[in-house]
Nanobody, 125 residues
């Protein structure tokens, strides 16, 4: 059974950096498109970033230049490096995957098949 586990969330101060991890135990994610999403308090879930099977990436406008998605050397892991955190980044962050072995692009629409349970990121001074 495929499932995802996020980790790395925490309480941060503005300007600090944090790296989130998403692991799919026992799986290889080479053929999966992977996305990071977040849900802030009182807001709808939104796409943050995604990475295709060929390494193509997309970022939401509020995080461009600050966040970076990458696949780990362990083929069942993906990371979200978050720099210069802001209070508006406070949210539960989720990773999600979708089988998509041929497309060089990725989507930040929530049409993903498998989701993690989320990890809380709080940015506050």
């Amino acid at each position: 059974q495929l499932f995802l586990v996020e980790s790395g969330g925490g309480l941060m101060q503005p300007g600090e950096s944090l790296r989130l991890s998403c692991v799919a135990p026992g799986q290889i994610l080479d053929s999966y498109m992977i996305g990071w999403f977040r849900r802030a308090p009182g807001k709808e879930r939104e796409g943050v970033s995604c990475i295709s099977v060929t390494g193509g990436t997309n970022y939401a406008e509020p995080v461009k230049g600050r966040f970076r998605i990458s696949r780990g050397n362990a083929k069942n892991t993906v990371y979200l490096q978050m720099n210069d955190l802001k209070p508006d980044d406070t949210a539960v962050f989720y990773c999600a995957i979708k089988w998509n072995p041929r497309s060089p692009i990725c989507s930040m629409q929530p049409s993903y098949a498998y989701w993690g349970q989320g990890t809380q990121v709080t940015v506050s001074s």
